[in-house]
């Protein structure tokens, strides 16, 4: 008893000692493979107590390290370059929190890195949104990264020319919102990155109705133009508080250009000059029946 006691006492003691351990790289090099081709074994010198360094050079277990690409330096064709100096950022990924690492014997871990085929497509987002009363979107939806590297065989790349997010379900939204979405990744793909971010910028708005006469723009001195209607009935919406009072700062207005260009003689009603916090409109009529007055 007295024995393993004493076995027990020394191994929880702190000792430093040679430690070797196998490594598998992985790292998100453009246009390269995300593993690293076959282990590694890292030499180093460890301070840590007597169980944790049994154990550490007792196990046969792979230890999976992701390696930031900007510590990597190119050798040659596939091969990279993990320098010594670079290791201890990574002591904890390696050998836990109760390992110190106390220096690194193996000298500058040799990488291979295989080429891949890649190509860089746009992101969409796939989104459901729905806002409480008086709040709508100030800007649409917005992802970032906006694009990303895909991997794959050549012909399965060929077929594809976008990166779908998965749904993004926002509902009864009354403020901005941020987060982290996953990709929709098709069968035989890998994706440089591992999920998106998403923003929605969101705006609480009040409604002012109003009615403003509609004109015609670039009509020649020589012609006259009847609108049906000549006057439309607005509902603005404002972000809260209003700065600006939207009616009469407001021109509506239909193009002569566009009539002429027109078989039906329907034109499509414009806005100028909308006041800073005008975030949007709706009018009673988009459309004006424009004739020629004989």
């Given at each position: 008893?007295?024995?393993?006691?004493?076995?027990?006492?020394?191994?929880?003691?702190?000792?430093?000692?040679?430690?070797?351990?196998?490594?598998?790289?992985e790292s998100n090099i453009e246009g390269r493979s995300r593993l690293a081709t076959g282990e590694v074994?890292?030499?180093?010198?460890?301070?840590?107590?007597?169980?944790?360094?049994?154990?550490?050079?007792?196990?046969?277990?792979?230890?999976?390290?992701?390696?930031?690409?900007?510590?990597?330096?190119?050798?040659?064709?596939?091969?990279?370059?993990?320098?010594?100096?670079?290791?201890?950022?990574?002591?904890?990924?390696?050998?836990?929190?109760?390992?110190?690492?106390?220096?690194?014997?193996?000298?500058?871990?040799?990488?291979?890195?295989?080429?891949?085929?890649?190509?860089?497509?746009?992101?969409?987002?796939?989104?459901?949104?729905?806002?409480?009363?008086?709040?709508?979107?100030?800007?649409?939806?917005?992802?970032?990264?906006?694009?990303?590297?895909?991997?794959?065989?050549?012909?399965?790349?060929?077929?594809?020319?976008?990166?779908?997010?998965?749904?993004?379900?926002?509902?009864?939204?009354?403020?901005?919102?941020?987060?982290?979405?996953?990709?929709?990744?098709?069968?035989?793909?890998?994706?440089?990155?591992?999920?998106?971010?998403?923003?929605?910028?969101?705006?609480?708005?009040?409604?002012?109705?109003?009615?403003?006469?509609?004109?015609?723009?670039?009509?020649?001195?020589?012609?006259?133009?009847?609108?049906?209607?000549?006057?439309?009935?607005?509902?603005y919406r404002c972000t809260f508080p209003v700065v600006v009072e939207p009616e009469g700062n407001v021109?509506?207005?239909?193009?002569?250009?566009?009539?002429?260009?027109?078989?039906?003689?329907?034109?499509?009603?414009?806005?100028?000059?909308?006041?800073?916090?005008?975030?949007?409109?709706?009018?009673?009529?988009?459309?004006?029946?424009?004739?020629?007055?004989?």
């Open positions: 008893m007295s024995l393993a006691l004493w076995f027990i006492h020394n191994l929880s003691l702190t000792y430093s000692d040679v430690v070797s351990v196998r490594i598998q790289a074994t890292l030499i180093a010198k460890c301070k840590a107590t007597g169980f944790r360094l049994l154990a550490l050079n007792s196990s046969r277990s792979v230890i999976d390290l992701y390696v930031d690409p900007s510590d990597l330096e190119w050798v040659e064709s596939d091969l990279y370059r993990l320098p010594s100096q670079a290791l201890y950022k990574y002591a904890s990924d390696i050998y836990g929190d109760s390992v110190n690492l106390e220096n690194v014997i193996s000298e500058n871990l040799q990488l291979r890195f295989n080429a891949e085929f890649c190509k860089k497509v746009p992101v969409k987002a796939v989104s459901q949104v729905t806002f409480s009363p008086q709040h709508m979107a100030a800007s649409e939806l917005a992802v970032s990264p906006d694009s990303v590297l895909i991997y794959g065989s050549q012909a399965r790349l060929g077929g594809i020319r976008s990166i779908s997010t998965k749904p993004i379900r926002l509902l009864e939204v009354d403020r901005n919102m941020h987060g982290l979405v996953d990709y929709d990744v098709p069968s035989g793909i890998r994706v440089s990155e591992q999920s998106a971010s998403y923003t929605l910028e969101v705006s609480r708005f009040i409604e002012i109705r109003s009615s403003a006469d509609v004109s015609v723009r670039n009509l020649p001195d020589s012609v006259s133009l009847d609108l049906d209607p000549a006057r439309v009935r607005v509902v021109e509506f207005w239909v193009d002569y250009s566009e009539f002429e260009n027109s078989l039906s003689g329907a034109c499509l009603i414009h806005s100028s000059d909308l006041p800073d916090g005008v975030i949007g409109y709706t009018l009673d009529c988009d459309v004006c029946e424009c004739k020629v007055r004989l």
